[in-house]
């Protein structure tokens, strides 16, 4: 089986939709299928002209006009990653498509309602031509399903529990807070400094770690000096940096405004940190009763989700341990491979 996954994101990943793809392609290569990687930044990535200087439409609109990158050679499969920051394929190809739907433009703009319009149809057209969407959980598969896509099936991504979990409980620091994020808008970074913040204020010896880089940076390290030492910003780190982060973290907090799924609280869990994040679609799925959920855009609330956790170390530890075995049972690369190497063969033919 050859296949060739069409993705803006690719290695060194900049968010999930890249963690998503190096992962699968792993776990693919294991069982055997031949996977050729067609993306608009990173190792694999192509030339492509700057239209509208937005990098993942631009990407799209350059494979929608010519496709002859994803089909020479000719694959069996083409598994194209969908959702804000993902492709839009609008036209058919000679070969079937598979998509994976990381989140919806409805779900990633409630009230941005000029953008929903102009690409939300296009979506809805990309996702239509596929011969089956995968939904990396049950709320995005709902979003798509909303757009009058049938074709829909829940496929989650795995996670590399074993890796996450190698280095024990050894390391924890009870009094360190982490984010791990694309440092935008919708990922609430700036809320994961202020919430640092106020801890630190109220706690002598806690102190914050933002992991990450975007469009947010230079506000972000603004918002990060002026509390006087407390929270560090680490930029991008390495996967093994990261792993040592999760090991060492109290609380990974996740004041997210949407999510396709919420990637960092499963690695989070799996690594044995307990969870805030805040009660969205996308993060209910992820954090499940593996850690706290609070109201968006509800400061005050976090501040006293995460003092909770700082205050009961045995509650913490609770909902750390039962987060890493949900995460264990639920997000296993093995069985997620399987099934994507099941679709394809299905589709290829079908």
């Not at 439409?57 to 089909?71: H, K, N, T, V």
Request: aromatic share 4%; glycine share 10%; with cysteine.
């Amino acid at each position: 089986m050859n296949v060739v996954f069409a993705t803006y994101d690719d290695d060194p990943p900049e968010g999930g939709q890249g963690v998503y793809v190096a992962g699968l392609r792993a776990a693919l290569e294991a069982r055997g299928v031949t996977v050729r990687t067609v993306a608009g930044r990173g190792t694999h990535a192509i030339a492509y002209p700057r239209v509208l200087h937005r990098a993942p439409l631009d990407f799209s609109l350059a494979l929608s006009r010519d496709p002859s990158p994803l089909l020479s050679p000719r694959p069996d499969v083409v598994h194209a990653q969908g959702g804000p920051g993902g492709v839009l394929l609008l036209r058919s190809l000679p070969v079937p498509v598979v998509y994976t739907a990381h989140h919806t433009y409805a779900q990633a703009y409630p009230s941005r309602l000029a953008l929903r319009r102009a690409l939300a149809p296009l979506e809805r057209r990309s996702y239509a031509r596929a011969a089956t969407v995968l939904a990396v959980s049950p709320s995005t598969a709902d979003a798509v399903r909303a757009m009058g896509i049938a074709h829909v099936e829940v496929v989650p991504p795995g996670i590399d529990v074993e890796r996450l979990g190698r280095l024990g409980e050894s390391r924890r620091d009870a009094s360190l807070l982490l984010f791990v994020g694309r440092l935008e808008p919708e990922k609430g970074p700036l809320d994961a400094v202020a919430v640092m913040r106020a801890l630190a204020a109220e706690r002598p010896g806690t102190r914050g770690i933002v992991v990450g880089r975007g469009r947010l940076d230079a506000a972000v390290r603004d918002a990060a000096e002026q509390a006087g030492g407390v929270v560090e910003v680490r930029g991008a780190v390495s996967d093994d940096e990261l792993r040592d982060l999760y090991a060492c973290a109290a609380v990974v907090l996740m004041p997210s405004r949407y999510e396709g799924l919420g990637l960092v609280a499963l690695e989070a869990a799996a690594a044995g940190a307990a969870v805030v994040a805040n009660d969205v679609t996308g993060l209910r799925d992820a954090v499940g009763g593996a850690g706290l959920l609070v109201a968006p855009g509800d400061t005050a609330a976090f501040v006293a989700a995460v003092r909770s956790l700082l205050d009961e170390p045995a509650r913490r530890a609770e909902l750390a341990a039962r987060g890493r075995v949900e995460v264990a049972a639920r997000h296993s690369w093995a069985t997620a491979s399987a099934r994507v190497a099941e679709v394809y063969r299905q589709v290829a033919h079908g």
